[in-house]
C-alpha cells in the first residue's frame, strides 16, 4: 500500500480530489482569463472534473 495505513479510503480519496478540483480549478481560471466566449464551458468543466 503507497499510503499509510491509518488513512482510510475515503480520506485519500477526498485528499485526491480536492487536489485535482485545485489544479481544474487554477486551469478553468486561467482558461476564463484568457477566453471570455465561454464562460459556462468553465462552469461545466468544472462541475465534470
Given at each position: ?15 485526491r ?17 484568457t ?13 465534470a472534473h
Amino acid at each position: 500500500m503507497p499510503f499509510a495505513p491509518s488513512l482510510t479510503a475515503s480520506q485519500v480519496r477526498e485528499r485526491r480530489n480536492s487536489a485535482h478540483f485545485a489544479v481544474s480549478f487554477a486551469r478553468a481560471r486561467s482558461y476564463g482569463s484568457t477566453n471570455r466566449r465561454k464562460p459556462g464551458l468553465v462552469v461545466v468543466f468544472k462541475l465534470a472534473h
